[in-house]
């Protein structure tokens, strides 16, 4: 059962469009939601993230906005440039039967921002 | 620093051989853990340890041992690879049990069963 569903799939923006990924969660005792970058060959690397009593947060061009009653929340990339090209995973975080927290990530987008 | 090493950086088994998957973090992390990576299906966990000394199951155990074997190492085992097993293997540490600090990842171990 996916706990935490991404979209799109995959992503082609033009060089200075706007990105937009999208999640959603059914679990409410979801406390956590962080957005990771993730460069071919490398490992994830974290981006930004928001905790469920902020509706936005703003990190340079990047921005997570999040809708509590909805269970959604979404990552804006303004001025996307091709540097910007990765994968991109969006995780929430719960504690777990033996109390510690431990990450549920979306499946990941794929983003290629054109020149 | 080096942060997240893991070792080996691509591996080749076939069906039934055993190997370990080798990850050291230089950080002083209290946590670690173990994820692996298919292709439409984003990163799973597959065993996590909170603190040295303890580890726990995550979403996809099956097939797979940990063992902690201090508080910068962390190992995965196969015992018996599976070309289902075929995958990308990342180990990440953090420095407390709480998530609302960065997951530090190493750059993966690619292991193709065959």
């Known amino acids: 059962q996916q706990q935490v569903k991404q979209s799109p799939q995959s992503l082609i923006v033009q060089k200075g469009g706007i990105s937009i990924i999208n999640c959603a969660y059914e679990n409410t005792a979801f406390d956590y939601f962080p957005w990771y970058q993730q460069f071919p060959g490398k490992g994830p690397a974290l981006l930004i993230a928001i905790r469920p009593d902020v509706s936005e947060k703003k990190e340079g061009r990047f921005t997570i906005s999040f809708n509590k009653s909805a269970k959604q929340f979404s990552l804006h990339i303004m001025d996307s440039q091709p540097g910007d090209s990765a994968t991109y995973f969006c995780a929430a975080s719960s504690v777990r039967d033996s109390g510690y927290s431990t990450l549920t990530f979306g499946k990941g987008t794929m983003l290629l921002v054109s020149p | ?114």
């Open chain 2, 1 to 114: 620093n080096a942060g997240v090493t893991q070792t080996p950086k691509f591996q080749v088994l076939k069906t039934g051989q055993s190997m370990t998957l080798q990850c050291a973090q230089d950080m002083n992390h209290n946590s670690m853990y173990w994820y692996r990576q298919d292709p439409g299906m984003g990163l799973r966990l597959i065993y996590y340890s909170a603190s040295e000394g303890t580890t726990d199951k995550g979403e996809v155990p099956n097939g797979y041992n940990v063992s902690r074997l201090n508080k910068r190492e962390f190992s995965l085992r196969l015992e018996s690879a599976a070309p289902s097993q075929t995958s990308v293997y990342f180990c990440a540490s953090i420095s407390g049990t709480e998530l609302n600090s960065p997951l530090h990842f190493g750059n993966g171990t690619r292991l193709t069963v065959t």
